[in-house]
């Protein structure tokens, strides 16, 4: 097994601060039923303390300044299946794993874990929706808890474009900005409508072209809606909505709306909402990468539920660092090799783990390679 090489065994000890003596024939990596066994006795809410530590951390270090609106960082909210179980015994909504997602997006494309609260599914086609907003209860309650100064914007789809979301978020002196669509408010969407007829704000969107003209790709249109009724007729809501239509071709067309807390009041603060709330697909993107990128996301590891939520933490804290090390030391690296792709140098960082090892690597000729926070650009 590679996990048992010399090389890769020495740089396991190395990173864990731990003496290797490769005379002992006793010292090698644990397998994975060993992983399955120790993470099953391992208590989850330490490992989620290294994740938000590791997002603190990044926030003291403003690695995020230039990823704020207005003066919040965006938090986006999805959920996401994790792991599928095997067993013959198991019930079908048992098989599989569930848990909403809380990511930090970026204008530079980062999708930055920050914590995951698990989702209980249940029998129907819409198990995992239904549960959403419940988690969302619980995962707002922990975020506030872990960053209670911290200025938050939520940013989600339309399942979350409610009354109780919006209200939770306003009792934790939170933003927020959500997908807008008619299924999800009807009555409110007709009334938004019908009072932007009469009320509304309506502006072209330009972009430049090759030859440094402006070219008409869309047009933006917002209104306030204050003291607006719910769904249910109960009690008001203070609110905005912007609608998009754009067909531009090199941008992609696009017909879309978002409600949010922020005011907007022109067409820049308008086009701004709408290029935030188009973001949410960085948390998408995500999921992507960890599902077919290496990461294991939906991957069978074990059937313990205490194991199977430390390896998802796990995979949460390795999407992080490699998120921040492909962004701020590749771009280093690459200088002399521009077109080497990032999976490119995870097979050089995998073959030298287990080839080569940290110990044998020239560290004195090699010098501190600095992170670039000044890579950090749309």
Request: aromatic share 10%.
């Amino acid at each position: 097994m590679t996990r048992n090489d010399r090389a890769y065994s020495q740089t396991v000890f190395e990173l864990s601060g731990q003496p290797y003596d490769p005379d002992d024939p006793k010292l090698h990596t644990a397998c994975s039923q060993t992983c399955r066994n120790h993470l099953a006795h391992v208590e989850t809410a330490r490992l989620e303390q290294a994740l938000v530590g590791l997002v603190r951390h990044l926030v003291r270090g403003k690695w995020f300044e230039d990823a704020r609106l207005w003066g919040c960082l965006c938090v986006a909210v999805d959920g996401t299946l994790c792991e599928r179980k095997r067993g013959s015994s198991l019930l079908d909504r048992e098989k599989r794993r569930y848990a909403l997602e809380a990511r930090i997006v970026t204008p530079w494309g980062w999708n930055i874990p920050v914590m995951s609260e698990p989702v209980a599914a249940y029998d129907g086609e819409r198990e995992k929706q239904d549960c959403e907003r419940k988690a969302f209860v619980r995962l707002a309650a922990r975020l506030k808890k872990a960053f209670p100064h911290l200025g938050i914007c939520i940013v989600g789809d339309a399942l979350y474009a409610c009354g109780p979301v919006m209200d939770l978020c306003r009792g934790y002196g939170w933003e927020f900005l959500l997908t807008f669509k008619e299924g999800s408010m009807p009555k409110v969407w007709k009334d938004v409508c019908d009072a932007q007829l009469r009320t509304g704000g309506r502006d072209w969107v330009r972009r430049k072209d090759e030859d440094g003209g402006d070219v008409t790709c869309g047009v933006v249109a917002w209104i306030d809606a204050r003291e607006m009724s719910y769904e249910s007729g109960d009690g008001g809501v203070d609110f905005r909505v912007v609608k998009y239509f754009c067909w531009d071709p090199v941008e992609g067309a696009y017909d879309g709306a978002f409600v949010t807390s922020f005011e907007v009041g022109n067409r820049d603060r308008a086009v701004k909402v709408v290029e935030w709330g188009r973001r949410r697909w960085n948390v998408e993107n995500g999921f992507k990468v960890e599902k077919h990128d290496g990461f294991g996301l939906e991957h069978t590891f074990c059937n313990d539920d205490t194991a199977g939520r430390n390896y998802h933490v796990l995979m949460e804290i390795a999407y992080a660092l490699w998120q921040v090390f492909a962004t701020g030391v590749i771009p280093r690296l690459a200088e002399g090799c521009r077109k080497m792709p990032q999976s490119g140098w995870a097979a050089v960082i995998w073959i030298a783990t287990h080839v080569i090892g940290f110990r044998d690597l020239p560290v004195e000729s090699v010098g501190t390679m600095r992170m670039r926070r000044f890579h950090l650009v749309a």
